[in-house]
């Protein structure tokens, strides 16, 4: 059942992070409008089973009023909502108040705030740091989220960046967008064929969804099951179906190993994780599956 929507508000980001399997940038393109708001919001209520409504990206501050704007839409629907932003804001906690001042009336249920090495390499203070400290200040629900390697993903070896880990909280680093790229060489790769399984993804009773301005409705970010403004939300939920989906059906049946073979895709000898092995498979063949492997950002493509 379906309970969480996020939004990606926009592709758009002030960082060009090493580790984003969005392929964000300064100039990613694809920001939602208020009445794009305005409609996913419909089709949610027509849905019936969300509760949570995220507003992510990219960075969505960089677009302050439509998600406000956003926020103000969900709330007065009745989700509950949750930010995720990098603090970019806050060249100085008066700065950051004077952004976070409209939340505590909103009844803001979540802001998660990246704070890591990939994100600022000065690690004593940063702007995700005193977003936080003024978010705390000001009683909103804040979390640092944060990327820790060696927490859940693949150890780092000898990477540009050297802290790796510490007091950050967050899973580890999971090598699809442009972390396939720019950090696979630098973790401790496995055979390939051990990939059995998707680790991360509950592909057959997903509870959450991501849509972004194009309309692409992904389970995972990168493999769509339908476009909202071509498809309403409420029917193409109804009818997914996980076993006949092209990429998820072999994901379930046999994992990331499952669906190189399926597409026909030789992988390396050996990969980073099961997710580096999925992007690679699926990357390869993307213009087979037009409409599914979407969008051209999340492949770094853009």
């Known amino acids: 059942m379906i309970t969480q929507i996020h939004i990606l508000t926009t592709y758009m980001c002030t960082m060009s992070c090493e580790h984003c399997f969005v392929c964000s940038s300064p100039y990613a393109q694809g920001t939602f409008t208020p009445s794009q708001i305005s409609a996913l919001l419909d089709q949610t209520d027509d849905l019936g089973t969300v509760k949570r409504i995220y507003f992510e990206g990219g960075e969505p501050f960089l677009f302050y009023p439509v998600m406000l704007n956003g926020i103000r839409q969900a709330r007065s629907r009745g ?3 949750g930010i995720v932003t990098n603090g970019y804001f806050a060249t100085s906690e008066e700065n950051a108040r004077c952004f976070l001042e409209p939340f505590p009336g909103l009844g803001l249920a979540d802001l998660s705030i990246s704070d890591d090495v990939f994100h600022y390499e000065n690690r004593e203070e940063n702007a995700a740091r005193r977003a936080f400290r003024a978010a705390q200040e000001m009683g909103l629900p804040a979390a640092i989220l944060g ?4 927490a859940s993903g693949p150890e780092m070896r000898g990477s540009p960046r050297e802290e790796k880990k510490g007091v950050i909280t967050g899973g580890g680093i999971m090598f699809r967008g442009r972390a396939a790229a720019k950090l696979s060489p630098y973790a401790d790769a496995s055979d390939w064929q051990t990939f059995k399984t998707c680790p991360y993804e509950d592909l057959q009773e997903p509870s959450r969804l991501h849509v972004d301005a194009f309309g692409n409705l992904q389970v995972c970010q990168g493999i769509g099951i339908g476009n909202i403004w071509e498809h309403p939300l409420k029917e193409l939920v109804r009818d997914y179906t996980p076993s006949r989906h092209p990429i998820c059906g072999p994901l379930l049946s046999g994992g990331p190993a499952q669906l190189a073979r399926d597409l026909g895709y030789p992988p ?4 980073a994780d099961a997710c580096h092995l999925c992007y690679l498979a699926r990357k390869s ?7 599914i492997l979407q969008p051209a950002q999340v492949y770094c493509d853009e």
């Open 79 to 81: 989700y509950s909502v």
């Open 147 to 150: 990327l820790d390697p060696g």
């Open 268 to 271: 390396p000898p050996t990969v």
């Open 285 to 291: 063949c993307r213009e087979k599956f037009p409409g």
